[in-house]
């Protein structure tokens, strides 16, 4: 069976588990718990020397690290990943949005603020933080005004990956009251068969 | 013709002149100087609405951003990406650490001191890029010691975007003297055709 490497809270190893559920592909979970440095042990870092979670572990024993690589992988020839050429670029040109433009902002706001509960000694790296994760949050609001998924108008993994940490986007002190485009779009993802069966 | 929407420093328009370029893939490039703000005018947010260089412009007149969202698409079927779906799966943990781990850092570093001037302005931030700059160039550094590229042993789109920034990261005060095996690998991508041609 192949194993992933994950922790519960961030949303990059929520993808993974996500997908792989709606896909019915069974995987035994091996909690690393990176709050107690669990990720940069030697014996971790032989899995993924970037010391960083979710880590795949193949049937044959190869290891893939990368969320979004994780998905992609699984994903060809689903239905979670167009067969069109030009649609999966789309599909990757948001995945890496989501690594550059939105989860740097979003998602390390959440991780001070909601799992280390440090908001106070963060003040100021928080406060940097919210322009650029408000505009990526306009980048999506303004696609989802004409849009019903963020690719061929069919939930992909483009959703998976944007979902992860959109949907909890609060718990990192971004209002999601502005954009309402993204929030019908919250409800059309968490209306997908099996979503709400995931650990999180 | 299909159209480049490009600015000749930054690594990730490198990456995409490169890959046309050793395609043999004829393009029109079109000069957004970031700079100037050009790619943040109204007309520029049409065609890619997070505001960022590069964006390709199909002949069909489709739009698509993300450097590494655009060469993958360029080179599946060809020599520059592997046809085994676990390969081309490891080549996205590449390109998804490139854009994570190593351009936020090395890239950053460069365009504050080299491009803007303003090393001395900076100087808190660029301290903090150091240790996750170095920490990525690290991870480099240990793949390369085994391996000739950086997946399946042959030069794909991996080395082309990890190339892009990692050699010019001297102007980003990086000093890859530590690192030999990077060095050796600069030397055998700089040997692939074509490779002295391109604009940079």
Redesign the interface.
């Known amino acids: 069976m192949i194993k992933l490497y994950n922790f519960l809270p961030p949303g990059n190893c929520y993808k993974v588990r996500l997908l792989l559920t709606q896909l019915d592909i069974p995987f035994e979970k091996i909690e690393v718990n990176i709050l107690k440095g669990e990720s940069r042990t030697l014996e971790f870092l032989a899995k993924n020397?970037?010391g960083r979670v979710p880590v795949l572990k193949?049937q044959s024993g190869?290891y893939?690290?990368?969320?979004?690589?994780?998905i992609?992988?699984f994903s060809?020839g689903t239905q979670f990943l167009p067969s069109d050429?030009?649609l999966?670029?789309?599909v990757?040109?948001w995945?890496?949005?989501e690594?550059?433009?939105h989860?740097?902002f979003i998602a390390t706001s959440r991780f001070w603020i909601t799992y280390l509960g440090k908001a106070e000694e963060y003040t100021e790296a928080l406060e940097q933080k919210r322009a650029p994760g408000y505009a990526a949050l306009a980048?999506m609001e303004?696609?989802l005004q004409q849009h019903s998924f963020f690719v061929g108008e069919q939930y992909s993994i483009a959703d998976i990956c944007l979902f992860a940490y959109t949907h909890v986007a609060h718990e990192g002190n971004f209002d999601l009251t502005g954009f309402p485009a993204i929030q019908a779009w919250i409800k059309r993802v968490e209306a997908q068969p099996l979503q709400i069966s995931i650990d999180r």
Chains 1, 2 share one sequence.
């Open positions: 020397p970037n193949t190869q893939l690290a990368e969320s979004n690589a994780i992609f992988y060809e050429s030009f999966r670029a789309q990757l040109q995945l890496f949005f690594q550059y433009s989860e740097p980048v303004k696609h």
